[in-house]
Structures are given as C-alpha cells and as structure tokens.
C-alpha cells in the first residue's frame, strides 16, 4: 500500500485528468455500460484521501467529465434520433432505450438529474432527452446539477473515510 500511495503522490499531476476521463466515460453513452469507472473513482477517493492528492481539483475533473459525457450523450441521441437502437452496441441491448424511454417520458427534466445514479440509466436518459428533443437549456440544468451531487458522492466517501483514519 505505501508504495502505491508513493507512486501516486509522484504523480499527482494525474490525478484531476484521470479521475475527468474516468467520469466522462462513465456518463458516456454505451462506453458507461463497458467501463465500471463507478467503482474506480470510489476507490481512487480513498487513495486521494491517503495520498494527501487536493479534493478540489479532483473534483472539478469529475464533475466536468460527468457534465461533458452527457452532452456528448444527448449529442449523439439528437443526431441518431430513430436510428439509435441499430446502432452498436445498442442494438445488443434492446432494453436500454426503451427503459431510458420510460424513465425519461414519466420524470423529464427531474429524470435526466435522477438518471445519472442509475447504472445502465446514466447512459440512456441523455441519450433519449437528445432523441425526444429535450430542450437544451432544461438539459443543461439537470445535467450540471446532477454531475455536481454526483461527484461529490462518488468521491467524498472514501475521501473523508481515510482522513477519519489517519
């Protein structure tokens, strides 16, 4: 353990653009359901914690990779439109879209926030609000919002776990 606290105190520099490519991967469409960046970023929260690595920076990194994975996400719903479900590997997951669909139809603005604490959801719902022509500036308030909340969950756990350690 302390020579991977050493590693990653040498290269701290990494840390914000990891933990950013990791959280744009996983609000991603399709690559959040083939990367379980979930589980990385919990766990890298706790070796930030006992590396001494800035909160901040961290953070900023996951939320901004949260916030642009979904624009690209709602990007790519409102390009494909109809052609989504042929597209790969979407065309593997036939329950995707129409559970982000659902989701989407019965909580709108409120489902695009929600939608990002739920697994294989957090890849559809923007996918769909860009499908359904969700307009963009609703989307962006449930967008940033979300990520906000959502990197401060997936990375305070851990973070304050081993500060009450030391």
């Known amino acids: 353990m302390h020579a991977t606290l050493e590693f990653i105190r040498a290269n701290q520099a990494w840390a914000a653009p990891v933990v ?15 990367l379980p960046a979930t589980a990385i970023l919990f766990g890298l929260s706790g070796l930030l914690g006992a590396s001494g690595i ?19 996400s709602y990007w790519i719903g409102h390009t494909f439109k109809d052609h989504l479900s042929k597209l790969w590997p979407l065309r593997r997951m036939p329950t995707l879209l129409p559970r982000g669909q659902a989701f989407f139809a019965r909580w709108g603005m409120a489902g695009v926030f929600l939608g990002r604490f739920f697994g294989p ?39 304050l776990a081993m500060l009450a350690l030391r």
């Open 20 to 34: 950013f490519l990791l959280a744009f991967g996983e609000s991603l469409a399709v690559i959040s359901v083939l």
């Open 54 to 72: 800035a909160f901040w920076p961290c953070w900023a990194g996951a939320a901004l990779g949260a916030i642009l994975g979904d624009c690209v």
């Open 121 to 159: 959801l957090r890849a559809a719902v923007p996918l769909v609000a860009g499908s359904c022509a969700m307009p963009m500036l609703p989307f962006q308030i449930a967008n940033v919002a979300s990520a906000l909340v959502w990197a401060t969950g997936i990375l305070s756990p851990g973070l």
